[in-house]
């Protein structure tokens, strides 16, 4: 009986553990090259559109309808990301929503934009094949990088990252 009742109380003490922390998940950015994990916070996110550089790095707590409108209409909050399910300054990191991708060379941006239906935003460096491109519908965002990454006109792509200053 003694038993029954300290097995009980251990599961139902996993379970409020469990519903306290919040929900991260686990996703993998896979290049030709590496694959790296990221998990992304699903109760974080920045606020973009406070002025100030300083406030891309204040993550804020969104309840999870909210993010899940504000991911899917392209507003002003930006998802979180961490390199380990520890969350800290140091592992954080923020996606703008957009790629960076490195082309091969002699593939034209604006034909690689108009065949995946990306829209091309600038040049980061042209003589690199280094380009920014923003994704035309909705979607996760490491889902759509590792289909870029399955590209043979592509190199490499991968998510354009914010990563926060750490002051001391």
């Known amino acids: 009986m003694i038993r029954t009742i300290g097995l009980v109380a251990g599961l139902l003490a996993g379970t409020v553990f469990s519903a306290e922390r919040p929900m991260m998940t686990k996703q993998v950015l896979e ?44 507003s002003e909050y930006r998802r979180v990301f961490y390199t380990s399910e520890h969350r800290s300054e140091r592992n954080r990191f923020i996606a703008t929503g957009n790629f960076l991708v490195r082309l091969q060379p002699g593939t034209a941006p604006e034909a690689f934009a108009a065949a995946q239906g990306v829209t091309l935003l600038k040049c980061v460096n042209e003589r690199a094949g280094i380009y920014l491109f923003a994704p035309a519908g909705t979607g996760e965002l490491i889902g759509q990088t590792n289909r870029l990454n399955t590209l043979p006109e592509v190199d490499y792509a991968e998510p354009e990252w914010i990563k926060p200053v750490l002051l001391r």
């Open 31 to 74: 290049t030709k090259q590496s694959a790296m994990v990221f998990y992304r916070a699903e109760d974080e996110m920045v606020d973009a559109s406070a002025a100030g550089a300083a406030a891309k790095r204040v993550v804020t707590a969104v309840p999870a309808e909210v993010a899940a409108k504000t991911a899917a209409s392209g």
